[in-house]
């Protein structure tokens, strides 16, 4: 018993020094991507909440160090080939074609590959999560978020408008990105300017919900029900931090380009997430029978063997 502890720790000793390694290596590769995405974070509001990404990870490694440690095998070589496809992506997105977003997104399968072929497959799976946060972390450029996001965005503040309608003494419509109101106390503008900027925060509101949802290690079928709920719970928690911000601003009469109302509305709009995907993820039902070998397999992991 005696020498199969030792020979464990010997195991993880010897994977966690290859496994740091390789990502130092990784890090000094991606060093100007991962440079200009931190800057690109401490220099815009919309951005800066994802510098709490790395922490997020290092809390989610810690609460799994335990089902980390014991399902630790001694890799896969899928994993080398995980590697080699994220630097041809990487390649690719640098000549012939030049797009700085691929080049960056090329840093989860090259992490990815050297988790898998540090610690196989069971390893892996138990770090898909982290992964995601990571992938979740890296800034969408405003092009593609915009033709993403704006019309829905612009649909929502239209939402917000009507049901601001029916709140007693106030006549509202929007104008572009904007909701005009009219009521007994005053006339002004809530200035949203929502279509590309305060929907980044939907990044956010992603960010939080996988952390919660994966803080623990979950049953299939739990995880299935969290990815059917989850972009319906982002949405509406997003339709509540705009119709929150119009509701401040209308009612505490706050000049149009305040920024108060919408950062305690941001705030609000959190704790409603949080508690929705905590409520779903503690919600007992017949169908969330928690399988036992989901705490020593992982949710990903699988029946997987070590060389497939």
């Known amino acids: ?35 200009a995405m931190v800057w690109g974070m401490l220099g815009s509001s919309e951005k800066v909440h994802l510098l709490a990404v790395p922490v997020m990870v290092g809390l989610l490694i810690y609460l799994r160090r335990d089902a980390l440690r014991a399902n630790l095998t001694s890799g896969s070589f899928a994993g080398i080939v995980m590697i080699i496809s994220g630097f041809l992506v990487y390649a690719f997105a640098m000549w012939p074609f030049n797009y700085g977003y691929v080049r960056d997104l090329a840093i989860i399968p090259v992490m990815g590959g050297i988790i898998l ?4 497959w069971r390893v892996f799976g138990l770090c898909v999560p982290i992964l995601l946060l990571m992938l979740l972390a890296i800034p969408i450029p405003s092009r593609i978020y915009a033709a993403i996001v704006i019309r829905l965005e612009t649909r929502t503040i239209g939402a917000v408008a009507k049901v601001l309608s029916l709140l007693p003494g106030t006549d509202v419509f929007v104008k572009g990105v904007d909701i005009v109101f009219s009521s007994t106390k005053s006339d002004s ?11 980044r925060l939907l990044s956010a509101f992603g960010v939080l919900g996988t952390f919660v949802v994966f803080s623990e290690i979950r049953s299939w079928t739990r995880i299935f029900i969290a990815v059917i709920v989850a972009a319906p719970i982002v949405f509406l928690c997003n339709f509540l931090r705009l119709l929150f911000w119009a509701i401040l601003n209308i009612y505490g009469q706050l000049p149009a380009l305040s920024k108060m109302p919408r950062a305690i509305s941001f705030v609000l709009s959190i704790v409603v997430l949080y508690g929705l995907f905590a409520l779903m993820c503690d919600f007992k039902l017949n169908i969330f029978v928690e399988d036992k070998a989901a705490d020593s397999m992982g949710e990903l992991s699988g029946d997987c063997d070590d060389g497939r």
């Open 189 to 199: 503008i809530v200035a949203m300017g929502e279509s590309n900027r305060g929907a």
């Open 117 to 120: 072929a540090s610690c196989g």
């Open 1 to 35: 018993m005696i020498e199969k502890t030792e020979l464990l720790k010997e195991n993880v000793m010897a994977a966690t020094i290859k496994l740091v390694c390789l990502l130092v290596l990784c890090a000094w590769f991606f060093w100007s991507e991962l440079l």
